[in-house]
Structure formats: C-alpha cells, structure tokens
C-alpha cells in the first residue's frame, strides 16, 4: 500500500522540479534567518541565487555534528522560539546531545512521513501498534505515535523498558505490529519464551525496526522467533527522527528515501567528493521543507550507497541500501577497516550462539587486540570445554576468512552480555588514541 499516491510514485522529473523550488526557498531562509548560514555561504563565496539546479547544491559547503554542537541548543534555529511547539534530542553517547526543534508544521510533515513509512511497511488503520521505542527526547517514540495516530491505527505507547510487563501486554492485547529497535526486539522475543508465551500466543505481523544498525541475518533470525515481517527503518534527530526512509516489504532491497523532503547524496568523506549511485560512501541530507531546523548538506556519518532503479513497489523514490554502519563506529584493527555488522553476519550464519555479542578492542604492545564475546545457545554445552574450544576456534576462522581480521572469540554464558531497551552497544574500544 501507498499513502501518498502523488508524492511517493512521481515521475523524476516533476520530482526533481519540486526538488529545486523547495530547495531554493530554504536556502534564501536560512541565509535570511540564520548567522551560521550566511556565514558559511560567504565563506564560501555562494549567495542562494548561485544554486540554478540540483547539481548546484555540491557547490554548497558541508555541516556536521559539531556545528550543531557549536550552536547548542537553539543557535540552528530558523524560527522564533514562540513558533517551535517540540523539542526533541539525540541522547549523545559522548558530550551534548544534539538538539533539534519542529514548528507546528515540521510536526505535521513528521506525522505524514511516518504514516507513510508504516503503510509502506504494511501497517494499515485498522492494526494495534506496540510502540516500544522509547518516549522521550529520543525521536523514535513520538516519531511513530504521531504518524500511527494519522494513519489512524491504535497505538499502545508502552516505551522502552518493564520487558516483562511488556510481554504481558504483547499478549493480551494482541497487538499486531511491534515497533523498536532490533536488538530490543530479540530482547522480548527471548523474555516471551522465558515467560512460555508462544509466537502463537500472539498476534504479530509486522515489526517496523531500526534506530541501529542490523544485518539481514538478524532480520531473518527475528522473523523466525516472533512470526513477523520485519522491515528496517532510518531516520536521524538532525534530519528530522524516524521516517527519513523505510524499506518496502515488495523488494526488501533498500530504503526508499522521501526525496520530496530531503535530498540524499553519498560522497567519499575522506575527500569529500560526490560519488556516483552505486558506490558506497557516507550519506549527506539536505532539508528542504523544515522550517525550525533546516539542515544543508549535513554529513551523518553513515555509511551506505544509492540505488536509483525502479522499484516493484511503484515508489519511484530512490533507495539507500541497508546502512551497514558509521564512520565514527567503523574499527580499524591493524589497519583493516570493519563494521560491527560486519561480524555481527559472520557470527549469525553460525550454529549454536545466540545474536547478542560484544566487541572489545584493546591495544597491547602496540598491536590492536579484538575480542569478540558470543553468548552460547545451551548452557549444557558450557560444560563441554573440548566443543567450546572447537566453537570459538570455528567462528574465529570465519571472520578471519570473510574480512581478513584475526579476533580472539569468547564465548560467554546465555544472558551474560547486556540488554538493550534501545540501541545496542556493540563495541568496547579500550585503546588509547
Ligand atoms: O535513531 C531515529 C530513529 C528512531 C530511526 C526509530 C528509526 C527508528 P538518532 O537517535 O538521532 O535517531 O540516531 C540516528 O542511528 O545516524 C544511524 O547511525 C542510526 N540509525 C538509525 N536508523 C538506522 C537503521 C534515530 N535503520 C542514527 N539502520 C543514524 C542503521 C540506523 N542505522
């Protein structure tokens, strides 16, 4: 299903029209209203009048998290304060969080774009959604209550946290859509069995899940323990929160981006130049119709790549492929680059672990050491040191074979590694840069 026909099937070219007119007044209203803009436009010896089509925009400097940072909280503004009705945050996991605000309008075309993401994930009025995205400064909570409320589906607004209750409302109120983050959905799935509730027990169809990174074995591995579709969906605080893009379950094969709000572009961030679809850089957004919080080629660290085919699912919006993981959390060990998702794949195609791991890098004579910690499946097995040894020896290898990396492998005790309510925390980085 579609929700907004006109919007979502457009063909390119009255898209890529609407593209450059909104693109156009943003840019003269943030040169208007902002001092960080007009600065940096000067700076870069452009006026709004310069930009004369799409391909202008890589004439436009480059924003990142620090001139957030450097502008905390409000300095980014576009609008009297008296016109922002929210204020939402990212948590940070280090320094200030980064602070965004939504007039009344920005809450709207939030509320739309999150209908339409949970249409394009299957979700229709007449479904019961468990929102367990946490409510808060974090987006994800509000972010899919206010689009299910448009979309007119029940919504329970549980959050985060209280598995145990959760499961119980899972069960007696038979909701048939779950909303959270990956990891938190394999956190309820496994207090559901403990508590002996069945996929059976409940009414599940349809897992909307994303906020971290996750690969399409974990999908597969949540799919089997909760009887559900499960479709990923990415958004970021900076570019609004949930509903920046959503996969369609027709392809399964990327997100499609609602282009008619924000224009993607990938680029090589060592060099910072714009690379063609298909290859795989990091992500850049630039809004063109929020009014409290524009954002001009922000770079979000995130790494995926572009695929402008048609889709099967009518959208002729473009996709951005799974992301696979940030620039800030790729892990060079020993000068070869991966990604946590990396090796979250190798470990999923292996027998007899659970998908809740840990990577704990360390550094001892100037070498870096990875250790990754896997929790078995059966706590008898524990006992069997001979098979563990064999166990550990095994995925060690693989990753070795796959991604070129050596890494010490631990397994460790079912339930002895960390839950999330939200996003997952993946690495341990002890080394001392
Ligand atoms: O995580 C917004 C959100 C809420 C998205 C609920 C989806 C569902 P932030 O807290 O600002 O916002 O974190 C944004 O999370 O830059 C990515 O690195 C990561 N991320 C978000 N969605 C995905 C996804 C919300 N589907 C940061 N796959 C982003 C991989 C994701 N990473």
Redesign the pocket.
Known sequence: MIYNIEYETMPREALEAIQLRRLQATLERVYATVPFYRKRFQEAGVVPADIRSLADLRRLPFMAKQDLRDNYPFGMFAVPMENVVRIQA??GTTGKPTVAGYTARDVSTWSELMARALTAGGVTRGDIIHNA?GYGL???GF?VHYGAERLGASTIPVSGGNTKRQVMIMKDFGPTVLTCTPSYALHLAEAARELGVTPEDLRLRVGIF?????SEKMREDIEQRLHLQAV??????EVM??GVSIECPEAKKGLHIFEDHFIPEIINPETGETLPYGEVGELVFTSITKEACPIIRYR?R?ITSLNPEPCICGRTLIRMNR?TG?TDDMLIIRGVNVFPSQIESVLMETEGIEPHYQLVVDRENNLDILTVRVEIRDIAFSDQVRRLQDLEKNISKNIKEYLGISAKVKLVEPKSIERSEGKAKRVIDNRKF
């Open positions: 990212s948590s995205y974090f987006t994800g972010g994303g906020a971290e990174p996750w990923d969906i990415y958004g970021l605080t929160g949930p979000t995130d992301v940030r």
